[in-house]
């Protein structure tokens, strides 16, 4: 046993005791600029690198492998490109290629399956709408149709991306040569293309939806785009759940992007490549500052939707049985037809909890109607698949009950009675901060829909890419080894 001599050890005590106090001292002043926050004179580099900033507590911890990479101010703290200060400060007149998440290749498909289904008439062998003037841009038509207009909202957002003078999020951005894309964009308005022309007959078997379909399918299959990815790279739209109902057997490789999987096989469609897109909310979106309170929404339950017979549907009767005869309960059966809108609007808004039951599909726009109106969606379907799940915490706005205890006499009055003032509070501010992030616009803006799905987007593509690597690293080990 070697000595320590006495010397060493009485400087190694006073380096010890210096280095606690320095410790004391360091988080001391922390906690002071702490509290002094912005005011102080540390420079905020310095400021942010003391204090973490912590992400809005709606936002789930990341479980997901993939970081989160959001362009939104209230996400920035979470991950940042080293660009992401820059494109906050100075928004750039254009959408740089490289600060963007994502980079886009569209393919200039004719305007019959795009904005000519909209009626839009192209002058002089254009393609697509100068989206820099708003009076030129196709409007869409309102109405129920809407519900699943994000075809439209997406393809804008990509034209716009290359536009000198919109504003919007650098999330993703529009580029010629496809071998640099992440994604490959088809831009297709299958939702349209079903409401407007699943009746037209062109002969007596086919449908003009069916034909667009056809032609898409013919089109994909002879690129060189979709050859080099077997076509997992590409983006397809099929929000309206009988869109594409001809062609989504032959192009079940790709990326859809839809409103739930209810008419789908699990070969076709699922939640590993595919994306679930909120429905554009058809009611009044209630502005945060005079959404009715607590005791300004009269109505406990609000319900009002279309009987089904088949399939999941019927839970919807026996509720009504259930809670027909409650007081302050508002259930009504009859489809919110678009002279009914403004109604519902109103019915939701004067409501503290809406119910979302699953019809003859497990998703229905009610639940975004819900939403916009501030109302705290009660979930009664069991299959349903909700937009950014991974990045957004439901529970904190939202109530889940499952269909078998929903039939139960008495157990959801029960549960909904139970449910106090200031917890209801919690979950309508709650309400009010996320409801932004399943709004659709032009141009779009930071965190709102567009901008969440292209995130979507990017993960998605982000994790394709992280599992690919883990299956091939046995082969590529093997191979290594084999070289030696
Ligand atoms: C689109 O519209 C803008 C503004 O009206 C105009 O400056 C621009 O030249 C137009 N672009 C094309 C390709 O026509
Ligand atoms: C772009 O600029 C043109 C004219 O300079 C203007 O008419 C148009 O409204 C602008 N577009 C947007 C989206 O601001
Ligand atoms: C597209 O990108 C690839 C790879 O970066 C390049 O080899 C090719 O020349 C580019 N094509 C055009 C038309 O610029």
Not at 111 to 131: A, C, M, S, Y
Not at 312 to 334: A, C, N, S, W
Request: hydrophobic share 40%.
């Amino acid at each position: 046993m070697t000595q320590i001599p006495e010397k060493s050890l009485f400087v190694s005590r006073s380096f010890a005791c210096l280095f606690c106090v320095s410790m004391l001292f360091l988080i001391l002043s922390s906690s002071i600029l702490y509290q002094f926050g912005d005011a102080s004179l540390v420079p905020r580099s310095i400021y942010n690198i003391i204090i973490v900033k912590t992400t809005p507590d709606y936002i789930k911890p990341d479980e997901t492998r993939v970081a989160f990479e959001p362009s939104s101010p209230i996400f920035a703290s979470l991950s940042c490109k080293e660009s992401c200060s820059k494109i906050n400060a100075v928004k750039p007149a254009i959408c740089d290629q490289t600060q963007a998440l994502l980079k886009v290749f569209m393919y200039d498909l004719p305007p019959e399956f795009h904005f000519g289904l909209l009626g839009w008439k192209e002058d002089r062998n254009q393609i697509w709408p100068n989206v820099s003037n708003l009076n030129q841009i196709p409007s869409y038509p309102g109405g129920l149709n809407l519900q699943h207009s994000i075809e439209y909202w997406l393809t804008l957002d990509l034209l716009s991306s290359v536009s000198p003078n919109v504003s919007r999020p650098c999330t993703a951005v529009l580029i010629q040569n496809s071998t640099q894309a992440d994604v490959i964009f088809v831009p297709f308005f299958s939702s349209l293309s079903y409401n407007r022309h699943s009746k037209t007959r062109v002969t007596e078997k086919t449908t003009m939806d069916k034909i667009l379909q056809q032609k898409l399918v013919k089109f994909l299959k002879g690129r060189d785009e979709w050859r080099r990815s077997g076509g997992k790279n590409h983006i397809i739209m099929a929000h309206h759940p009988n869109s594409m109902l001809f062609a989504r057997r032959h192009l079940g490789s790709s990326m859809f992007v839809l409103a739930d999987f209810g008419r789908y096989s699990s070969q076709i469609a699922n939640i590993d490549k595919d994306i679930i897109a909120p429905y554009k909310h058809v009611v009044r979106r209630l502005d945060a500052r005079d959404s009715p309170s607590f005791q300004e929404r009269p109505v406990l339950v609000y319900f009002q939707g279309a009987i089904y017979r088949k399939d999941g549907g019927v839970i919807r009767q026996k509720l009504y049985h259930l809670l027909k005869d409650e007081k302050d309960v508002h259930f009504t059966f009859g489809s919110v037809s678009s002279g009914g809108v403004r109604k519902a609007s109103r019915g939701m808004s004067s409501s503290k909890f809406c119910l979302n039951i699953a019809g003859d599909t497990p998703s229905s726009n009610r639940l975004f109607d819900a939403i916009a109106s501030h109302c705290v969606p009660v979930i009664i379907s069991d299959e349903i698949e909700l937009p950014f799940e991974d990045v957004l915490d439901y529970s904190k706005f939202a109530i889940f009950v499952r269909a078998s205890d929903a039939v139960k006499k008495g157990y959801l009055m029960k549960l909904l009675r139970r449910i106090r003032r200031d917890k209801w509070i919690q979950m309508w501010e709650r309400l009010k901060e996320i409801e932004k992030h399943f709004e659709y616009e032009y141009p779009s803006q930071s965190g709102d829909a567009v901008d969440m799905i292209w995130q979507m987007v990017h993960r998605k593509v982000s994790y394709v890419h992280e599992k690919g690597g883990r299956k091939n690293r046995y082969d590529m080990s093997q191979k290594f080894l084999d070289a030696i």
